[in-house]
């Protein structure tokens, strides 16, 4: 029996091997070039549960990732009998093989820690997670120093940050974000808040050695209840930004007719001393989502969407540029979105109308371009709550359906006007999983947007523009579509998941160099690390 098991699975083996053979010479029939893929090994995981979340840098040792033991969302995590179990830093050399992993520190006294993210610089990595404690009512950040050469503790961890903490859903948190040039930190924490209070948060900014060099908590001049943060950002000099929404109304809410909101950015100077509010507002138009970025002139880039009808649709595409030392806007312009780009949305006969929206786009991405243009990535992306009344248990259960759709890139000229509109054609939905499996990586080279994401394998064969196939989970196949300085389409095939015997999963994709992107997959209790030449 033993030797009929293993012909049998040889056999197997060699059908799969066939199967995806024949498939790829199909695709090559539409795309006669493959991208240049090397997956490492099939390598078991500690933990079931374990993932790799964050691929941290590639140097001439090997690729460095974190991969989490007990990752979760949120400040509080699965209750365990034993305690979560500590995240793990890991080298996979260049034939993407672990060679070697080291424990991140999760527990001081008898309190657990929870990785929050990691970043490089200068032959160090830097480790930070925050610890809750309830009974001081706060919520502590603290930092750990690993020798990237050896992969050894510099030292126990060193509390950097502390929030405020409430209870379970009014607690302070940590974000990190780095300038342009990556020479600047700044780390941002939201304060709890009370009602008819003005919003706080304290931002503190770090060189690329980590070292302090400013830090101040700050009072809006808006009450929680009327502001909403929205991003935060750090420019090449240490200056602090935050984007956010004011609303006119007494709460929070979006309403149909003339727009009750406007859009704010606040920057914070000289050490935190100087303070300016800039104002960003489209007529009687509704700004619909906006995001920005600090040019190298401490120039603010911003870019968003539009819409004549409500907040959650968009008729076209909205720019400005901010001087930032007079306030003044240096450039602006909008784009309605013509009938030849909404085709790819709906039918010709509505697209013509010319009064058609798309909804559900929201910004992920600004890249500033170095003549002053920039580049817009957005994807389709919403969740769908369906309650269902169980008579046998007398309660209503929940699904909740995670939508993942096409991507748009949008190019910028330095005048503010488009150069072109780019649809990659996509459709993921899965329930109950917070999209693990969905939505994208991207990264640039030489000009052009290389983005990566699961597809299924006939949107590769048939290549219809008119009916785009839903992402089918283990039988998908994984593409890099590209997007050329001209913004033409076109997609390679990378790899299949079944042929692989895993997952890819594109949030836990990182471009490591130029030409270079490092992907990363799981099924159950294993993973593999491959490298895409770009």
């Known amino acids: 029996m033993e030797i009929i098991r293993g012909v049998h699975f040889t056999f197997r083996k060699k059908l799969h091997f066939l199967a995806f053979l024949f498939f790829v010479l199909q695709a090559g029939a539409l795309y006669p070039q493959q991208a240049n893929i090397k997956w490492g090994p099939k390598q078991k995981k500690l933990k079931r549960s374990a993932l790799i979340s964050d691929i941290i840098e590639s140097t001439d040792k090997g690729v460095y990732a974190v991969m989490e033991l007990n990752p979760t969302d949120g400040l509080y995590r699965t209750l365990s009998f034993t305690g979560p179990k500590p995240p793990m830093i890991q080298l996979h050399d260049h034939n993407l093989k672990l060679v070697k992993e080291v424990a991140i520190q999760n527990k001081i006294g008898n309190e657990y820690m929870y990785y929050k993210f990691a970043k490089s610089r200068n032959g160090k990595i830097y480790v930070f997670s925050n610890l809750p404690n309830r009974q001081a009512r706060s919520n502590f950040l603290f930092m750990e120093t690993f020798d990237m050469e050896t992969l050894t503790s510099l030292g126990p961890p060193k509390k950097i940050a502390e929030s405020n903490m409430k209870n379970r859903s009014n607690y302070g948190t940590f974000y990190l974000t780095e300038s342009r040039d990556k020479s600047m930190f700044m780390l941002y924490d939201s304060d709890i808040y009370e009602k008819s209070e003005n919003e706080k948060f304290t931002v503190r900014v770090y060189n690329e050695d980590m070292e302090l060099l400013w830090d101040k908590k700050i009072t809006v001049p808006y009450t929680d209840k009327l502001f909403e943060i929205k991003n935060y950002r750090v420019d090449n000099f240490g200056n602090a930004y935050i984007l956010g929404i004011e609303y006119k109304d007494k709460l929070k809410t979006r309403r149909r007719g003339k727009p009750n909101y406007e859009y ?71 784009k309605q979105f013509d009938a030849d780009f909404l ?192």
């Open 264 to 334: 704010k950015i606040l920057s914070y100077k000289n050490k935190g001393e100087d303070f300016k509010e800039y104002s960003v507002e489209l007529e009687d138009k509704f700004i619909t989502d906006l995001n920005f970025r600090i040019a190298d002139n401490e120039d603010i880039i911003c870019a968003g969407f539009y819409s004549d009808k409500g907040t959650l649709s968009m008729k076209g595409t909205y720019f400005l540029s901010v001087d930032a030392k007079s306030g003044k806007i240096k450039k602006n312009g909008t």
């Open 343 to 534: 085709k790819g949305f709906m039918s010709e006969v509505k697209a013509k109308k010319g009064n058609k929206e798309l909804y559900e786009f929201s910004i992920d991405q600004i890249i500033l371009r170095s003549d002053g243009g920039a580049l817009l990535i957005a994807e389709q992306f919403y969740i769908r709550e369906v309650a269902r009344y169980n008579q046998q248990t007398g309660f209503y259960e929940y699904t909740y359906y995670y939508y993942y759709n096409d991507i748009i890139v949008i190019n910028i000229r330095p005048d503010m006007s488009i150069e072109w509109a780019t649809k990659i054609p996509k459709r993921q939905v899965t329930t109950n999983d917070g999209g693990h499996f969905s939505s994208y990586a991207y990264a640039i080279q030489g000009g052009q947007i290389h983005l990566i994401y699961n597809d299924n394998m006939k949107n590769v064969t048939k290549n219809n523009p008119d009916k785009t196939y839903a992402f089918n989970g283990k039988r998908s196949v994984v593409v890099l579509a590209t997007i050329n300085k001209d913004g033409t389409l076109s997609r390679k095939l990378v790899s299949s998941n079944k042929a692989e015997k895993i997952l890819t999963r594109p949030k836990s994709c990182e471009q490591i160099a130029d030409d270079e992107m490092i992907i990363y997959g799981e099924l159950k209790k294993y993973y593999k690390i491959g490298a895409i030449q770009l």
